[in-house]
């Protein structure tokens, strides 16, 4: 029986089993971000990090799309007319969202249920997989407002496209369907939208049966690589392996292979 519970107004929670679901829930407003969802979604996140029976996380947008990213009326003008300090507020929000999402201490799934646009588009692309209904469009929209990509955008777009289509998406801000997003490595799969959510808890359900220790390892390897050269990514995969092949999963592993059988991770540093 799934648990269900609301993270607040803007963020809704729902633990199955080993699988959290977490929705934005600002369907009148696309999912924008305030600060009051800012708020809910960090502390949902922390819980995940904290709740032992969770082994994996979906990221999903609550009505017609995943998140239009900023709520501008939220951060146009302060009290008096003065302008509002766009760097503060992605010091003090959009920053420290994005690093909870890559460090978070499970494999994380976004559903990209339709427009993620700006900072949203962004955070989608920072889960480990996403899946997008057919019907889903990604906007790097900020340069119609005057900006350029945050919430990590400058450094995701030429790692998943390329520098070339990195710069054309980013300066023409034009929507890239779902099935354009898959042809080109930005997400993973389209699926039709009847079938985003089951098979976005099919794969969550998948991820949590396996070692979670090594795909967050797998995570932090991919990042690392980056801006490693081959020598230190080389110590850094004898340093994860050093450390993957002193854990419960690993030996389980080994012992499924031998006896023939389905492994059954636990997914802990210790027994």
């Known amino acids: 029986m799934a648990e269900t519970k609301s993270g607040g107004p803007s963020v809704l929670i729902e633990k199955n089993g080993a699988v959290t679901l977490v929705t934005l829930n600002r369907p009148e407003r696309i999912n924008a971000f305030n600060v009051e969802m800012h708020d809910r979604l960090a502390a949902a996140l922390d819980d995940i990090n904290g709740d032992e029976a969770c082994r ?131 997400i993973w799969k389209a699926h039709d939208d009847d079938l985003l959510m089951d098979e976005a808890r099919a794969l969550a359900a998948r991820l949590a049966a396996e070692p979670t220790l090594a795909h967050v390892a797998l995570r932090a390897a991919l990042t690392a690589a980056a801006q490693n050269s081959l020598d230190q990514q080389l110590e850094h995969e004898r340093e994860t392996q050093q450390r993957l092949g002193f854990s419960p999963d690993y030996a389980e592993g080994v012992a499924a292979f031998t006896e023939k059988r389905a492994p059954r991770f636990t997914g802990r540093e210790s027994s």
């Open 56 to 186: 994996a996380v979906i990221i999903t947008g609550a009505g017609r799309g995943f998140s239009a990213g900023q709520d501008l009326g939220d951060r146009t003008v302060a009290p008096g007319g003065v302008a509002i300090d766009l760097g503060q507020t992605i010091g003090d929000y959009y920053n420290p969202l994005v690093r909870r999402l890559r460090a978070l201490s499970v494999p994380s799934v976004c559903a990209v249920n339709g427009v993620a646009a700006g900072a949203g588009a962004s955070i989608a692309l920072h889960c480990d997989i996403v899946l997008a209904a057919r019907s889903a469009r990604f906007i790097m929209a900020f340069s119609k407002i005057g900006l350029i990509p945050d919430s990590g955008g400058t450094w995701l777009l030429p790692r998943l496209l390329g520098e070339a289509r990195a710069r054309a998406v980013a300066m023409l801000a034009e929507p890239i369907g779902a099935e354009q997003a898959e042809a080109w490595g930005l």
